[in-house]
């Protein structure tokens, strides 16, 4: 199966589309930067974009993926991610920094859809992103 990841085309075995993208990502293409959190689709931290969406990977079989376009938190580039990244710096967003690529990604998503949200919007937005350390105000503050 082909899959566009980062914006490369990769072949993945076919025995690998029933596969949570997840682990395709992590472990077959060695794209470190998808976590792994609770496996069920409860924190996010899985969380990649599927042609402009965030999807949690661990939830997304990697057959679905095809023909689409993946980006990672290795991938992602362009003017509102070196805004986001910009952002989470500034307002110190990262302390251990588990859920952050998902956290980023969620945010380029929101952004990408929407440059101007609301606080209320971004609070409902970035809610399904766990953050086990609690930086909820200074997301919220760095996405809006």
């Known amino acids: 199966m082909r899959l566009t990841v980062n914006g490369e085309e990769v072949e993945v075995d076919d025995r690998h589309a029933t596969t949570p993208l997840l682990w395709v990502l992590r472990d077959v293409l060695g794209l470190p930067g998808t976590k792994f959190g609770c496996g069920a689709g409860y924190c996010a931290a899985c969380t990649v974009l599927i042609d402009g969406r965030n ?11 095809v023909g689409k376009q993946v980006q990672t938190v290795e991938g992602v ?13 500034r307002e110190n967003v990262v302390q251990c920094g588990y859920c952050q690529p998902g956290q980023t990604l969620a945010a380029v998503a929101l952004l990408e859809s929407n440059p101007s949200p609301s606080d ?15 930086t909820y105000p200074r997301i ?5």
């Open 55 to 65: 999807e949690k990977s661990c939830q997304t079989p990697a057959g679905r993926a």
């Open 77 to 89: 580039s362009g003017p509102v991610a070196d805004a986001v990244r910009a952002a989470w710096h």
């Open 120 to 134: 209320a919007v971004i609070a409902r937005w970035m809610n399904g992103n766990l953050c086990r350390c609690g």
């Open 140 to 144: 919220q503050k760095a996405a809006g």
